[in-house]
């Protein structure tokens, strides 16, 4: 295994920082490396908004659901997806877009979250940590007030960075056999690998708990998705012209 | 600039392969390293099919839009966003999944988006290269009866990958003033950024086509997206259960 598959696999979520600023030259260089990306027909479509006004920052901490490391990390991103350049784009060629589509919001997302793991790859490259922040759509309209995000844009989730206080140990992902498969979606042997993985990452609670929490996999999913998640963010981005039609 | 950035800098779609193949214990350590990417909750809410069969490839790639190299690749996967293995995971618990709303469409999106671009970083840094596949989504119900994917599991896009016969020049990214804002998403001098970008792109083209192709960027982007993009999207996600409720 090479040293960047290495580091893919040494990735942790990193939510403590020291004081130490990110150079901004550094952050350049990141997020144009990052931005080579794949793009679905070079539509390139995302803008990132860094956000260092400080009161704003306390204010996202809050809209995010008390995160205070939104609020303290030297570098907070709010990744969006942008029909909106596509759209002006658009307009000087004396055509319109149809931003309406589930297929364009699909076409935005998933360009605005490869760019942003490049992001997150370059970034510990570079000695620098961090983590995703989904809370930002616990209020998305909140956010949108904040940063005036106009129509046809959305933010997708945020992105804490900075050097690390401390490095967790990584957290057990799903056997190989339950996410790759081969010529058809077979489950067959599921069940094993499930009880398996939950033992796993019970004792893995277990150590770093001290014994505090031990729950498996399967409890940890259950216990987040009985309750319907943001469930404002059809009528949200329905309101900023997303209307998945 | 590292070299890790410098590999992301160099990020090129490869459609055209050598015959060399590609190594089973590579490709798993690739997956294996890739899935420490970030996941909403830890819910790595993804699930990949690696498509062997090679009349299940030849038809791939005519639903895929005709793409030849969907049938020649050394390898070819199919990203699915999956939220069948949470809806089990949440069985076993006597708990239901809200799995239909736009919400966990989201979260089943980003995980996918995020473990795939990881794939192709770590297929690149062992000498790989690769091309996402969006036609997945041009007929998507025809991918899902070839691969028996149930519900509540979608194609989210399909990835080429291979020893390249050739690499490419890389193709230039819109100006960082354009896409990386400041506390604010402000427009300020972006009309001029993308007159700017617009001459950059028609030149590349012409360069790398001996002046056959020359249009700009905003051109290229209003041709592309005048016409409704897969408007079924809609309808085949409904009817997979992705509600967007």
């Not at 995160?67 to 060629?93: M, T």
């Amino acid at each position: 295994m090479n040293h960047v598959m290495e580091l893919l696999k040494s990735h942790t979520s990193v939510r403590k920082f020291t004081n130490k600023l990110v150079d901004d030259q550094l952050l350049k260089e990141i997020i144009q490396a990052s931005q080579y990306a794949s793009t679905s027909n070079h539509i390139q479509a995302y803008t990132i908004i860094r956000v260092k006004d400080q009161a704003k920052r306390k204010t996202l901490a809050k809209l995010s659901g008390d995160q205070p490391y939104v609020e303290e990390c030297p570098i907070f991103l709010v990744f969006c997806a942008d029909l909106n350049r596509l759209g002006k784009a658009c307009s000087i060629h004396h055509e319109v877009i149809e931003s309406s589509s589930t297929e364009t919001f699909i076409l935005a997302t998933v360009d605005t979250a490869l760019v942003a793991q490049n992001i997150m790859i370059a970034a510990e490259s570079a000695g620098l940590g961090g983590v995703y922040i989904g809370g930002i759509r616990n209020n998305p309209q909140g956010v949108c007030d904040l940063l005036q995000i106009p129509h046809h844009v959305y933010p997708v989730f945020g992105m804490c960075l900075g050097y690390p206080e401390k490095i967790n140990a990584t957290k057990p992902r799903l056997p190989l056999s339950l996410i790759l498969k081969e010529d058809t979606y077979s489950t067959d042997g599921d069940e094993n690998h499930l009880t398996e993985y939950d033992e796993l990452i019970s004792n893995y609670y277990k150590v770093r708990t001290n014994n505090e929490r031990s729950n498996t996999w399967t409890e940890g999913i259950a216990t987040y998705l009985k309750n319907k998640q943001r469930p404002h963010m059809k009528d949200f981005l329905h309101n900023k012209g997303f209307e998945m039609k």
